[in-house]
């Protein structure tokens, strides 16, 4: 079963997220063959890392638990909060599998929070430029709880509408990009 884990980054963390980069990417390495998608999220100004976005295919919500907060950074404090839902993997593949590569082109972590009846849990059609796309589910996964996508975009407002807006609560849009070692 899959899972999407987003950390987000607490006020002032990035020495601390430096300091112990190595030792992320060494935690993530162990979970090479379960990623489905990685990656930092960063402020406007493209720079600023705010998150990290995990896509992990994990075999119970346990283990799921364990991936998002025995990670390096968690445990030293950089994250303010972890978002950890069921996902559903509608595209069946990984970002290593996108066609757009894992370079180029500005990427964005769209996380729509829903409300009411469900909503964009069939992959649009025509939209080539989705890396990662999937409802967020309750821990049994039996209730809609949003949709997280992975997209290519012009520019945030373009990403935005791989979701059908009055759909949800709130809608969120993060410049994001593929991560781990290069």
Known sequence: MEFLCYHRDRTDSLPLREELQEAHWSYMDQYAKELIARGPTFAADGETPTGSVHVVDAPD????????????????????????????????????????????????????????????????????DLIAYGPLLSDDGTAWLGTAVLVEAPDPDTARTVLTGDRYAAIEVHDWECGGRR
């Open 61 to 128: 919500a346990a283990t799921a638990r364990a991936f998002a907060f025995d990670e390096p950074n968690y445990q030293a404090g950089a994250y303010r909060d972890v978002l950890l839902r069921r996902w559903r993997n509608l595209l069946g593949r990984t970002m290593w599998d996108f066609p757009g590569g894992l370079t180029g082109g500005n990427r964005y972590f769209v996380l729509g929070l829903g409300a009411g009846q469900p909503a964009d849990t069939e992959v649009p059609t025509d939209r080539d």
